[in-house]
């Protein structure tokens, strides 16, 4: 071989080195309710979309983004398996069922890998209370969204609330009506009754009749559970004459809410905290639609979390300059934040464990979904 050969040779095998070491691969591991109880709040969707548009947009030296994405079955044990899984294939990122008992094992099997938990729509206190430095949170905790749900229902002159609580979604359920009563009293409110119900309940007269019965009817009733359970509910309340407002959680904001509860005029005073204003023609609601054009089966605004979680650990990948799972999750906590589909700008810089950023609450006008506020709120006793 001459020397010219030879150098054409190396600079060849050099570039191909090269291009191979920039091209990092970003292996994300979802396992996400396909089916079951969960599945119409799943991000996949979303974020396999908007993998899809930043590997189409990346440059040689930027990071290949690897989606693995199994079905969950809503089974946290399942999704722990998954978790193992995906780890075992080299994934610095994995999530799961977005509760505790799946989040926590899940990630203590991580944290010898270094992996990090990002769970796109996780809102529970006890993942930010559990000391794992490796968990982090799309979405704000859950007293959050209980003051800002008591601020914007006290500021529509509700005075008196109903609560009604579950403990089968744990702190979602039961103690997030608490803390929303804890802060519409400071505000001047006052709970005047709280009541249990399981999950899966389609009569709800035995508390439609407790509600009833009390002395005086409630202006609000405040609720956090899942669809179709709560257009029954909101049904069923409307039917039995209650006309006060109904408050609840990201849960409602399913696009089936509307077509459970029926009458429009049924949703006028019904308002819900979420993670992104949408059907405002806003930028959350450009990105789903063009991923619906493009193919991708988006439902709402968990499958905009799950596009938050991959634009944020795909700019952390870019500014630690690997995807090495330490530095990566460093990255993903540096100071500035990063652009996301929620929000302009999402930054885990100032709590670690979840994002900083606004809590819009929804409502509706003439059966059209309406932001009522977006401010977040500065009393959340829970949290101190």
Not at 21 to 49: D, H, N, W
Not at 92 to 117: C, H, K, N, R, S
Not at 127 to 149: C, E, K, R, S, Y
Request: hydrophobic letters at 40%; glycine letters at 10%.
């Amino acid at each position: 071989m001459d020397k010219l050969t030879l150098g054409a040779a190396v600079l060849t095998a050099g570039l191909l080195q090269a291009a191979h070491a920039g091209a990092s691969e970003l292996k994300i591991g979802l396992a996400v309710a396909m089916t079951g109880t969960y599945a119409p709040y799943s991000e996949a969707e979303g974020a396999r979309c908007m993998a899809d548009k930043l590997n189409k947009a990346a440059g040689t030296s930027d990071p290949k983004i690897e989606l693995m994405i199994e079905d969950n079955r809503s089974d946290p044990q399942l999704s722990v398996s998954l978790g193992q899984k995906f780890l075992d294939a080299g994934a610095q990122v994995i999530t799961g069922v977005p509760f505790p008992d799946a989040l926590i094992p899940t990630a203590q099997i991580a944290e010898p890998y270094g992996a990090t938990v990002f769970s796109a729509p996780n809102t529970q206190l006890e993942m930010q209370q559990a000391g794992l430095d490796n968990f982090i949170a799309g979405a704000v905790p859950d007293p959050i969204n209980a003051a800002a749900t008591a601020n914007a229902l006290y500021g529509k002159g509700a005075r008196t609330v109903a609560l009604l609580v579950s403990p089968d979604a744990g702190s979602y359920s039961e103690k997030l009506p608490g803390w929303f009563g804890e802060v519409f009293e400071h505000l001047g409110g006052k709970v005047v009754s709280k009541l249990n119900y399981s999950w899966g309940t389609t009569d709800w007269s035995p508390q439609i009749a407790s509600i009833k019965a009390l002395p005086q009817k409630p202006d609000a009733i405040h609720i956090c559970a899942v669809l179709p359970d709560v257009g029954i509910l909101i049904r069923q309340l409307r039917a039995n004459g209650y006309d006060g407002w109904v408050a609840g959680c990201d849960a409602f904001d399913d696009k089936s809410l509307e077509g459970t509860v029926g009458d429009v005029a049924a949703l006028e005073k019904v308002m819900f905290t979420t993670h992104g204003a949408t059907s405002i023609d806003g930028p959350i609601d450009h990105f789903l639609a063009q991923c619906k054009a493009d193919g991708y089966k988006v439902n709402g605004i968990f499958d905009a979390l799950g596009a938050d979680m991959v634009q944020v650990t795909y700019g952390a990948a870019k500014k630690a300059g690997t995807t090495e799972a330490a530095p990566l999750r460093e990255a993903i906590r540096a100071p500035g934040g990063y652009p996301g589909t929620t929000a302009p700008t999402i930054s885990f810089a100032e709590k670690k464990g979840y994002p900083v950023k606004a809590v819009p609450v929804m409502g509706f006008a003439n059966g059209k979904r309406v932001l009522i506020t977006d401010t977040p709120p500065t009393y959340v006793p829970a949290l101190k």
